[in-house]
């Protein structure tokens, strides 16, 4: 309920403040585990990925923002766990995987970490690691445009990903490394 009522009062506000078009909602399966890859340059991501999303999103968010307990509180109930970054978190994959396997929708940032200086950053294998295991596709997701006052921002959904041959199988990391350089190369190839 919250979750609704939050993402209805975002859709409102960033609309006065942005001029956003949304594209491709056609590609998000009705139904389903799936997870949604998206560029990250801004802590507005994850709202306009929650905009344009026809499905509610869960969401890893780095372990310092659940220090606050007020605000981890509030994203827990939006939807968020938390991963340890820099290591391998088990716990996180753990739920990274459960919530796949009951259908839900997961939005994982490739790249790991923020990109402000517009680099093409290269991505962890975390998103193929996740998709493979779990055996979901992956839905790539390009937010575009500059974050001021009235710009234009283009979410932009790509046609799914599957990783169908690698189901069941336990792939290398240099494997999923190109897995998911592959994701990476789809989301940027869909910016405006």
């Known amino acids: 309920m919250l979750y609704k009522f939050l993402l209805v009062l975002a859709k409102i506000i960033l609309r006065c403040i942005f001029r956003i078009k949304i594209e491709g909602r056609e590609n998000i399966p009705e139904s389903g585990g799936m997870i949604l890859a998206v560029n990250h340059r801004s802590n507005w991501d994850v709202l306009f990925a929650g905009i344009g999303c ?19 509180a509030l ?23 459960s919530i796949l396997k009951n259908d839900n929708v997961m939005l994982m940032f490739p790249e790991g970490h923020r990109v402000k200086d517009g680099r093409y950053p290269k991505p962890k294998s975390g ?4 998709a493979v295991y779990a055996k979901v596709p992956v839905v790539p997701l390009c937010i575009s445009g500059e974050y001021k006052f009235m710009s234009k921002i283009t979410v932009r959904f790509g046609e799914a990903i599957y ?16 897995l998911s ?12």
């Open 163 to 178: 990783f169908d041959d690698y189901y069941g199988t336990k792939p290398d990391n240099e494997t999923l490394l190109s």
């Open 127 to 130: 998103v193929a690691m996740i």
């Open 75 to 97: 994203i827990t109930n939006l939807g968020a766990f938390p991963v340890h970054r820099g290591r391998g978190d088990v716990g996180a994959i753990k739920s990274a995987l």
């Open 181 to 192: 350089q592959h994701v990476m190369d789809t989301v940027y190839s869909l910016e405006v």
């Open 54 to 72: 026809t499905r509610p999103l869960r969401f890893m968010a780095k372990s310092e923002l659940f220090k606050n307990k007020v605000f981890g």
